[in-house]
């Protein structure tokens, strides 16, 4: 069972930035992809950002060239920088892990971003 904490959301001010983290349970060698995604209200739940263990990222289109995500194995953990916030990037935001063996998709309880504008 892989356990993941997020921390980092808050309430910012449209193009203010945030930085998510979460910190996995597991060692980083159980667990092949790490991610973030989010669910506003009425809507359902869409990827952010991916990494896997390579480095090899992907991205919403919507986010690309002001999210990055990045991760430290040692750490157990996954980062989400947010620059240039947007009222519409609004959400709940989870993280989430798929292990290596067998890819058993693990979620965070979440933590909301709250961008005013």
């Known amino acids: 069972q892989v356990q993941l904490v997020e921390s980092g959301g808050g309430l910012v001010q449209a193009g203010g930035s945030l930085r998510l983290s979460c910190v996995a349970s597991e060692s980083a060698p159980r667990i092949n992809t790490m991610g973030w995604y989010r669910q506003a209200p009425g809507k359902q739940r869409e990827l952010v950002a991916s990494?896997?263990?390579?480095?090899?990222?992907t991205y919403q289109d919507s986010v690309k060239g002001r999210f990055t995500i990045s991760r430290d194995n040692a750490k157990n953990t996954v980062y989400l920088q947010m620059n240039s916030l947007k009222p519409e990037d609004t959400a709940v935001y989870y993280c989430?892990?798929?292990?290596?063996?067998?890819?058993?998709?693990?979620w965070g309880k979440g933590t909301l971003v709250t961008v005013s504008s």
């Open positions: 990494i896997v263990s390579s480095g090899s990222t």
């Open positions: 989430n892990a798929k292990t290596v063996v067998f890819g058993i998709n693990y």
